[in-house]
């Protein structure tokens, strides 16, 4: 597990770390069984919350790509790669909603959204 965190970015640190693992994830880099680091280890080596890897591994875990076993740790989910698609699509949706809004808070039009998001996605 690779990760970079920036102090200097919008985003939560949370979000940093959901993002750059489930990426990992969906990309095939970290395999279906492999075990994350636990929380507090993860936290000490990253320099930041355990609340805040807490709530990275909960939005994992609720979007399906772990799974936490009581008293042994939180495993990359195995997949199909039908799931794996589907994921990747809830995903990608998700976050083309959350970029619509974002950019429409700045007083853009939906056509002048749609066509900035072109050039992106």
């Known amino acids: 597990m690779n990760v970079t965190i920036s102090s200097t970015s919008e985003k939560p640190i949370y979000q940093q770390l959901y993002e750059q693992i489930s990426a990992q994830i969906l990309q095939g880099e970290l395999e279906s069984g ?29 979007s399906g790509l772990i799974n936490t076993v009581t008293g042994k740790g939180c495993f990359v989910a195995e997949f199909t790669p039908e799931e794996m698609l589907r994921i990747r699509n809830e995903m990608v949706l998700k976050q083309m909603g959350s970029d619509i809004q974002y950019y429409k808070s700045f007083g853009l039009t939906l056509e002048e959204v749609t066509a900035l998001l072109g050039k992106i996605y």
């Open 34 to 62: 492999y075990c994350l680091p636990p929380i507090r280890q993860a936290a000490l080596e990253l320099g930041v919350s355990v609340i805040t890897v807490k709530k990275a591994w909960e939005e994992l875990e609720r």
